[in-house]
């Protein structure tokens, strides 16, 4: 009989602690700490995988054969292979090289946005590409390779399309193309020309070795099937069997030496600056760093006294001439100390506590309503009120 009874108080013990678990997750958790990490543990390498899988493949950079992002150009390079174009992407200026001595008579894509590359280097890429196409140069590149092709502005707002306009083979097999966002160029055949200028989005020189483009969203994934965007970027840049890609990067910079150290950078005066600065610090710390004595602690709320408080509040009225306000809180505070001692109750109007205060003085009700009613005009006249109020509650009080 005992062992059955132990038995019941044992699993009811176990059904309380089972309930309690399930109240409280904390203790649920230190019991199954083991299984709770190996959850944790397969969670996460559960979301690696999947983030590994849905998250986009190649980089994020702009015009990158790479992107498969609204910005890259991945698209309008596997449209280049399908018409047998070998496009090869370079990373550094040295691959870029490479490439074009080992291509046929290779066309190169440059799309230099910061300006990395030298003049040096931009002309040994010119001299070793049979066609060079250039996106949206800056002027410093445009000056290097010395083409004849100037920057002329901006595409207008209102310039969203623009027709070819030129006798460009190219141009006008492609026909429109989005011109949002984009420069205009004028030297050589200038294509592509907003109303009124003479300059155009595509510019090709003279001898046909260099164009120039001023648009990157006819060549992004985002625009290339808008309009004519897909024709113009085949026929510019499939014309021959090889194009380099090439992005140039900060890898590129061309460094001379070894840069300087601060040591190197800074003035002669700079090695004293540390010690003065040390000093001043230990001055700062001595002098703000004092103690007062020991901090004393005040019980809070803090008590302060009625008459404290009616000061300061008067004091307040009289800096800023509150006359208004001050009569109105002198008044309302007689009102209620007269109805408190005629016994009048709560619910006593202003003429019913002056009625009754003058049956109780045996004077003219009149005469009590325009004393509580009048409004002093100054400061004077205020304090002057004020004490007759005072005189007529001590008539009151003293019957």
Not at 19 to 37: Q, V
Not at 141 to 169: F, M, N, R, Y
Not at 347 to 368: H, K, S, Y
Request: proline share 5%; glycine share 10%; hydrophobic share 45%.
């Amino acid at each position: 009989m005992t062992g059955v009874v132990s038995d019941a108080a044992d699993t009811e013990r176990q059904s309380a602690e089972t309930g309690a678990a399930g109240r409280n997750p904390l203790r649920w958790l230190r019991r199954h700490r083991a299984l709770a990490a190996v959850a944790a543990v397969v969670a996460v390498a559960l979301g690696l995988v999947i983030w590994g899988q849905l998250a986009p493949k190649g980089d994020g950079v702009a015009l990158s054969v790479h992107n498969p992002g609204p910005e890259g150009a991945r698209a309008v390079t596997q449209i280049l292979g399908r018409h047998g174009v070998d496009v090869r992407d370079a990373d550094t200026f040295e691959d870029a090289m490479a490439a074009l001595a080992d291509g046929d008579s290779p066309t190169l894509l440059l799309y230099d946005r910061d300006g990395f590359l030298d003049d040096s280097r931009l002309h040994d890429l010119s001299g070793a590409a049979k066609r060079v196409v250039v996106v949206s140069p800056r002027l410093q590149t445009l000056a290097a390779l010395d083409s004849g092709i100037s920057q002329a502005g901006v595409v207008p707002e209102a310039s969203t399309v623009l027709e070819p306009g030129c006798a460009l083979q190219d141009a006008e097999a492609a026909g429109a193309v989005s011109g949002e966002s984009g420069f205009v160029y004028d030297g050589g055949t200038s294509c592509y020309r907003p109303a009124g200028s003479a300059a155009g989005l595509l510019s090709v020189s003279g001898d046909g070795h260099l164009s120039v483009l001023g648009s990157t969203a006819i060549l992004s994934n985002e625009r290339l099937d808008e309009l004519g965007n897909a024709a113009l970027a085949i026929r510019t840049l499939g014309s021959s069997a090889d194009l380099v890609w090439y992005l140039p990067s900060v890898a590129d910079l061309e460094t001379s030496g070894s840069p300087q150290t601060l040591d190197e950078l800074a003035p002669g005066w700079a090695r004293f600056l540390g010690l003065w600065l040390a000093l001043v610090a230990l001055a700062a710390i001595l002098w703000r760093g004092r103690r007062h004595g020991p901090l004393v602690f005040e019980p809070l709320p803090v008590v302060v006294k009625a008459v404290e408080t009616a000061e300061g509040r008067a004091r307040l009225y009289h800096d800023s001439h509150a006359i208004d306000q001050a009569r109105d809180n002198l008044r309302a505070g007689t009102l209620v100390r007269l109805a408190r001692k005629l016994r009048l109750g709560p619910g006593a109007t202003a003429d019913d506590t002056a009625e009754a205060t003058a049956r109780f003085l045996d004077r003219p009700a009149q005469d009590i309503k325009q004393l509580l009613n009048e409004r002093p005009r100054s400061e004077a006249r205020l304090v002057a009120w004020s004490q007759e109020l005072d005189t007529l509650e001590k008539e009151v009080s003293s019957r």
